[in-house]
Structure formats: structure tokens, C-alpha cells
């Protein structure tokens, strides 16, 4: 996939449960709306911690909140579907973070769709989010901050792009017949230098956007759909009580 603090106690319950949290202590919610079962992902940037393992099960209409120590952190997090047991085997039809339940810091399988967080940053306590299909789409998103000071905009994708994604674009599972469950990016179907903006490509001059990307934009003006998209697409909330990642919103 594309692009420290220590916690003091974490344990990972119920997904309908509550972790016991500081007072004024950042949470990050994860809550599935779909109407299937997802596992998250969570995959700290260098450097940070891993959150709840990397991964677990959230069954339709249940949450799970994180509790995040008051120390700068940042990464991402998506939804993995279509999981199952072969055996010792665990594997997920779309997001898959290498055979495994809790991703412990590996990142997901493009396509997904992406959630970009940042906590705990700069002179107000920011926390900065984002959602990005840049690396294609797997499930509709959308990140909503509580409690925070400012403008901090609920943002995302509501849209399931499964049901339009074009031809050349669709992650059929089994290929090349099986059911649609994700929707590639230009760079994941074509791997060109020019539509994975890379090499001369991988700056703002000269990375733009496409027919495939422009697709994503269309359905989802407010994500990121390409490597140099709009910068202000990552938006700076301060001081929020809660990071709220809402699966199928």
C-alpha cells in the first residue's frame, strides 16, 4: 500500500465496548455501519506505536474505541473484508495486511480505501485526517472529529463505488469472474509511471489527475485521488475529544 508514545494500559474488548480512557484523553472510534462483518486495519507511519495490534474483528453495527495517550502519533487505517480461516490460514478478499488478524505495523493490500490520521501535532493540538483513494476503494468512509475547536468538517466517501466502478478498474475475487470487491486505482490496474506518479512524474508539475483518478473525484470530491492531489484535502482540527472512522457512513 501506497504511501512515540507508550500507551500506559490498552486492551483490546468487545467491539460494542468502551475502552476506559484520562480524562480528556484523544479517542479514536472505529465504527462499522455496514451491514457485513469488516476487520480494520491500523498501521502506525515510522516510528509510532502499534494501536489494538494492528487489526481485529468489528461485526456489523458495533464499534471500538482506542484510547490515545497525549503524544504526537500517525498512520492509517482501512477496512479489510471478506476475511476468513483456512485452517492456521487467515486471509481477507480485499485489504489483506499478509495473512493475518492484527496487522502488528504491515500495511494493507491496495486497493482500500485509506484514512490518514495525524495526532498531537503543532502549537494547538492538532489532529489532521483525511481520506484517501489513491489507492483505490474498498469500502464507503468517512472521518468525523468530536468536541474539536475550528473547522472540522466530516470528510470522506459515502458512495459505494463498487456498483460503478469501470471495467478496467474492478478486483474481482476469484479473477477473473468472481464478485466485484474493490475498485483499483489507474496506478494498481496499469502500473505506469505516469498514473502512479513516480520518477519523473513524483512531483505536483508533473503528477496529474486522470481519467481513473477523476472517476474516484467525481463520486468523492473531498478524498484524495491522486499521489499530488490538493494538500488542503488533509484537514486540521484542534483539540478534538474524538476521531470517529465510520465504516459505510
Known sequence: MANSFLLCSFFILLAVTTHSSPAGALILTLVNNC??????GIQPN?????????????????HLSIPVPDAHWSGRVWARTGCSYAGTGFSCVSGDCG?????????????????QVEVHHGAN??????????????VAMTVTPHEGKGVCPVVGCRVDLLATCPHVLQH?????????VACKSG?????????CCRNHFNNPQYCKPSVYSTF?????????????DAPSLMHHCSSPRELKVIFCH
Open 216 to 228: 474516484f473525484k467525481h463520486a468523492c470530491p473531498s478524498t484524495f485521488t491522486f499521489a499530488h
Open 172 to 180: 474481482r475475487v476469484p479473477a477473473p469472474h468472481g464478485p466485484v
Open 46 to 62: 515510522a516510528g509510532h506505536p502499534v494501536l489494538g495490534g494492528g487489526g481485529f474483528t468489528l461485526h456489523t453495527l458495533s
Open 35 to 40: 451491514n457485513y462483518t469488516v476487520w480494520p
Open 99 to 115: 495473512g493475518r488478524l492484527q496487522c502488528n505495523g504491515a500495511g494493507g493490500a491496495a486497493p482500500a480505501t485509506l484514512a
Open 187 to 195: 496506478c494498481e490496474a496499469f502500473h505506469t509511471d505516469e498514473l
Open 125 to 138: 493540538d492538532y489532529a489532521s485526517y483525511g481520506v484517501s483513494l489513491v489507492d483505490g476503494f474498498n
